[in-house]
Nanobody, 123 residues
Framework: QVQLVESGGGLVQAGGSLRLTCAAS????????MGWFRQAPGKEREFVAT????????LHADSVKGRFTISRDNAKNTVYLQMNSLKPEDTAVYYC????????????????WGQGTQVTVSS
């Protein structure tokens, strides 16, 4: 059982940066791959990035590659999403999720979800 809480969202101008944080509970945190997803109004939930349990491997969606970076600190039970060069099309609710298997992109592959944090990028 994993409980997840996202924070760090907000309003930023295009070209700016934000860092999202996901705080996790559970003594088996390092056994889970973690992912970030986002969902804009009227759109399906979209894969953003994922990281393996020990943080040794990452995968980023093409739409954010080179701009966003996922990382984790298992000693703190936290996962991060550093977002640079933000664009208006990045505006969405961002969700943290946990998955026992690394490398999956589908939302249905993830077992645990946070409540989401709003990111709004203005022109």
């Amino acid at each position: 059982q994993v409980q997840l809480v996202e924070s760090g969202g907000g309003l930023v101008q295009a070209g700016g940066s934000l860092r999202l944080t996901c705080a996790a509970s559970g003594r088996t945190f390092s056994n889970y791959a973690m992912g970030w997803f986002r969902q804009a109004p009227g759109k399906e939930r979209e894969f953003v990035a994922t990281i393996s349990g020990l943080g040794l491997a990452t995968l980023h969606a093409d739409s954010v590659k080179g701009r966003f970076t996922i990382s984790r600190d298992n000693a703190k039970n936290t996962v991060y999403l550093q977002m640079n060069s933000l664009k208006p099309e990045d505006t969405a609710v961002y969700y943290c999720a946990a998955n026992p298997k690394f490398g999956r992109r589908g939302p249905t592959d993830y077992d645990y979800w946070g409540q989401g944090t709003q990111v709004t990028v203005s022109s």
